[in-house]
């Protein structure tokens, strides 16, 4: 594959609408994108299973069998994408971007791998396996990587996530939260008998502003701090009567040292001391889903031969770092599949501004394909 089908290829791939319909109520979901990926890759003769992790939401796994005697390599991405506008799935090219959902996220580094795999299928196996996987449920709860681990093994593997050709060894976590404040339902007339819901979560809101406050003082990473808010708020029926619940939905994000469960004994703190004066309301936290950081060792063997791999291809010395946002890598490294991302330049992931930068998918490829070659070997 050279650019010009490293370009048409991608176009393809983000003009399938892959929504995740856990995010979106509806959406398309990966069905129809992991058929295109199947399809290419058994065209370019991998062994190709597809398998629901969900109802109509399939991973695919294509292997190129080795010869037996070297390290399997694993190239992991996810196919699923946030929910866009409609325009937003017809790429368009502007310059050397092309821009629509997906591009960046994380389809641009996807066909990296792709095109990587074209090349050495093309030339003749490796000593060892390689393994393209495409995972369903990234943006939501992982269910594709959690689903992959279980049935697949490697020795070592690389995540085409944005990371702008540098390579990410760490990155942080999260856990997502949700607070609900019970009061009693009553006519806006009957102030004896009504419990505010909504006010009385008043409390609780002040006390996430000032337990961000807190965290902001804390140990930080060299990419970024520890941190919480208020992502979402719900709460009441109507405007002429006393709300019987209210709930706000929280993120906190954490840095290597942190545990998800650290984040929830602190709600719970939180919660005991905003607990309502009132005896007929109540707080009640729920978690809702607790993704550790991750930390992988530069001396891995899979991170030694992509370093190696950037300063030969890109003719440059390699940048290791590492990154606030959590990745699947936190799902295959637990799992004893080392794994640190790698993948191309772009910028406005999750906006209506998303998009890749060509030149440096085609780079991601050439130094994917060497990487394996010499991981493999």
Known sequence: MDEREIAA????????????PELVPGGAGEAAHAALVADRMERLGFRVEVADVAPGRPNVVATLPGTGDGRRLMICGHGDVVGAAPEA???RIDGDRMRGRGTIDMKGGLVAGMAAAARIAAAGPLAGDLILAVVADEEFRSAGAEALVAEQKADGAILPEQTDLDLVIEHGGFAWFEITCHGVEAAGDDPEGGVDAIAHLGRTLDGLLALDRELAERPAAPYGRPCLHAGMLSGGTQLSAYPAEARVGIERCTVPGETWQQAQRELEALIDQASPGDPRAGLTLSTLLGRDPVRLDAGEPVVEKLAE???SVLGRAPVLRGDMGWMDS???TPAGIPCVAFGPIGGGEHTPDEWVDLPSVAACAAV????????CS
């Open 9 to 20: 290829l991608l176009a393809e791939l983000v003009a399938c609408d892959s929504t995740n």
């Open 89 to 91: 799935f017809r790429p």
């Open 309 to 311: 791999s950037v300063a």
């Open 330 to 332: 936190g799902v295959l």
């Open 368 to 375: 994917l394909e060497e990487t394996a070659r010499r991981f």
